[in-house]
């Protein structure tokens, strides 16, 4: 199985700051790599797929890099809805999740 | 507009069985695996299982190998999960993800999920 680690697991920031989020991967994934936003009581969004590919209708704000073991979300920008938690998730293997990176606000 | 919609969640003891259903609509079901990810009180999300867009191929993670099944009937546009063997670690929400054209195991489209606990 495949691990994924996220850092740091809060992220306190201001709205207007920009929001730099790390995953990493246990062994090499390639570019296999998606990032999911969750709001309290609501279902994951996927935002990013295949490391840097923005999904439909996701905001020109989110932007992904990486690729093997080491990924990042970064949101250029902080808007008040982007307050919520980021998951970093691998296809390379079979899927597996990182725990989660709670972007709250300072 | 993609919709999906769990249900079949509820209360249900150790050893116990459910079935959880997901309509779809707003696209062509039949042309898309499906897949169930769940997430604990609390926790992280762990995918669950995943069905062929033709059901002929299904896949599981080894934590509920040989105790859940998934399956799909194209006719209805519903995706299934019939849970056996149920333990207290299943509880959680049960959520119905749509495969993206990027590949089966990115998840574009999700439900709201249902909800499933187990206990005495």
């Known amino acids: 199985e495949i691990v994924l680690t996220q850092s740091p697991a809060t992220l306190s920031l201001s709205p207007g700051e920009r929001a730099t989020l790390s995953c990493r991967a246990s062994?090499?994934?390639?570019?296999?790599l998606a990032w999911y936003q969750q709001k309290p009581g609501q279902a994951p969004r996927l935002l990013i797929y295949?490391?840097?590919n923005r999904a439909t209708g996701i905001p020109a704000r989110f932007s992904g890099s990486g690729s093997g073991t080491d990924f990042t979300l970064t949101i250029s920008s902080l808007e008040p809805e982007d307050f919520a938690v980021y998951y970093c998730?691998?296809?390379?293997?079979?899927?597996?999740f990182g725990p989660g990176t709670k972007v709250d606000i300072k | 507009e993609v919709q999906l919609l769990e249900s079949g969640g509820g209360l249900v003891q150790p050893g116990g069985s459910l079935r959880l259903s997901c309509a779809a609509s707003?696209?062509?079901?039949?042309?898309?695996?499906m897949n169930w990810v769940r997430q604990a009180p609390a926790k992280g999300l762990e995918w669950v299982s995943t069905?062929?867009?033709?059901?002929?191929?299904?896949y599981y993670a080894d934590s509920v190998k040989g105790r859940f099944t998934i399956s799909r009937d194209n006719s209805k546009n519903t995706l299934y999960l019939q849970m056996n063997s149920l333990r207290a670690e299943d509880t959680a929400v049960y959520y119905c993800?749509?495969?993206?054209?990027?590949?089966?195991?990115?998840?574009?489209?999700w439900g709201q999920g249902t909800l499933v606990t187990v206990s005495s």
């Open positions: 062994q090499s994934v390639s570019s296999y």
């Open positions: 707003g696209f062509t079901f039949s042309s898309y695996a």
């Open positions: 998730q691998q296809r390379s293997n079979w899927p597996t």
């Open positions: 069905v062929s867009s033709s059901g002929d191929n299904t």
């Open positions: 993800a749509k495969a993206s054209r990027s590949g089966w195991y990115y998840f574009d489209y």
């Open positions: 295949d490391a840097s």
